[in-house]
């Protein structure tokens, strides 16, 4: 990406923007005891009584050390769906600029649009589920502020190929937005290697699918260190709580536990599929790098209610461009599968 210029793309109010900074900040790294009467805090223990630290420096060493990243590349957030907002807000002008997106995909990037009054522009995936290269490079113009790519897709479960994302990253000039949001169930390599590659490249990921932490509430986001600072400029001071940030550095530091979790959902996941493939009203299973099938039926609106009345209840995407009459089932645990796979088995 040759003529990049993070300056062009940045909203003009935003550039202009110093980042916040509390006094906590200018103190905490001198090591020295200080007494903090600083932030009007209850001074009696509660655990949580003081403020939580605004850059989560032990959670983002954590993270930078699992995935060869600095920190300084690190931005987090209260779920991907503030990062996401985080994106929107720093870079999109209301009423003036425009985003893509890749229908049959994630709803929010939509919402998000339309909450900040951000034209969507919106090229279908092709049949196979991979992005329209040419059909995208030809709705860009010079509006055009970010590409939400997601790989492994939701709801189709598949990753995009390598190839596609190449020439959407080598030749668009504004910010490629890749939501790995099911990257660990994957066994494609993350985009975050070619991050040094590609100075558009944004990658999300999030503690809400494979890390089994989404009550916490953790988004993160890894860029160029411009595109951080940018961020950092407009998000809340503590936009990520104390007990998160407490969560989320224990969980990350057991990777043994998570891996051995996705092993666990990855072998129910073919069990499931097993069994799809000889259910009669099964039509088609769409290949899956997610801890999700999105599967083609006769009838999805029957199916679903059928599954409904024995207490199952899994997501209609009957309505999603390219999805007509699909089901997406979330893979649970080997029990609530096996009762899933009971129902199946009687419905048909
Ligand atoms: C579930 C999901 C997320 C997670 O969002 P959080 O706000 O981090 O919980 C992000 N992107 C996609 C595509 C998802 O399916």
């Not at 051995?260 to 996941?269: G, M, P, Q, S, Y």
């Not at 096996?338 to 009687?346: G, M, T, Y």
């Amino acid at each position: 990406m040759e003529n990049f210029n993070i300056n062009n793309l940045v909203r003009p109010n935003v550039k202009d923007l110093k980042p916040y900074s509390s006094a906590r900040d200018e103190y905490q790294s001198t090591g020295t005891e200080m007494i903090f009467l600083d932030a009007n805090e209850n001074p009696f223990q509660t655990d949580v009584n003081r403020y939580p630290d605004p850059q989560q420096r032990s959670l983002k060493a954590e993270l930078a050390k699992l995935k060869s990243v600095n920190s300084a590349n690190i931005l987090l957030g209260n779920g991907s769906d503030e990062v996401l907002d985080l994106l929107f807000r720093a870079f999109c002008e209301p009423g003036m600029d425009n985003v893509i997106t890749l229908p049959p995909t994630y709803g929010m990037y939509k919402v998000l649009a339309n909450i900040n009054n951000i034209e969507n522009r919106e090229i279908l995936l092709t049949t196979s589920f991979e992005p329209d290269v040419e059909k995208i490079l030809k709705a860009v113009d010079v509006n055009t502020k970010m590409i939400f790519l997601c790989s492994p897709n939701n709801p189709t479960g598949n990753s995009f190929s390598e190839e596609n994302v190449l020439q959407i990253l080598e030749n668009f000039s504004g910010l490629v937005v890749i939501d790995e949001a099911y990257i660990d169930f994957s066994e494609k390599e993350s985009w975050l290697s070619k991050l040094g590659s590609y100075p558009n490249l944004v990658v999300t990921q999030t503690l809400s699918k494979a890390y089994g932490m989404a009550g916490i509430r953790l988004g993160i986001c890894y860029a160029s260190e411009e595109i951080i600072q940018i961020l950092n400029k407009i998000k809340p001071p503590y936009n990520v709580n104390e007990l998160t940030q407490q969560r989320a550095l224990l969980r990350v530091l057991d990777s043994v536990k998570i891996n051995a979790e996705v092993t666990d959902i990855l072998k129910e996941r073919g069990e499931l599929i097993k069994v799809l493939d000889e259910v009669d009203f099964v039509e088609k299973i769409y290949h899956s790098d997610a801890n999700f099938v999105l599967v083609k039926v006769d009838d999805a609106t029957l199916r679903y209610e059928e599954l409904i009345k024995q207490g199952i209840v899994i997501r209609n995407r009957t309505t999603q461009p390219l999805c007509e009459n699909t089901l997406r089932f979330t893979i649970g645990t080997k029990a609530e599968n096996e009762k899933l796979l009971q129902a199946l088995k009687a419905l048909n």
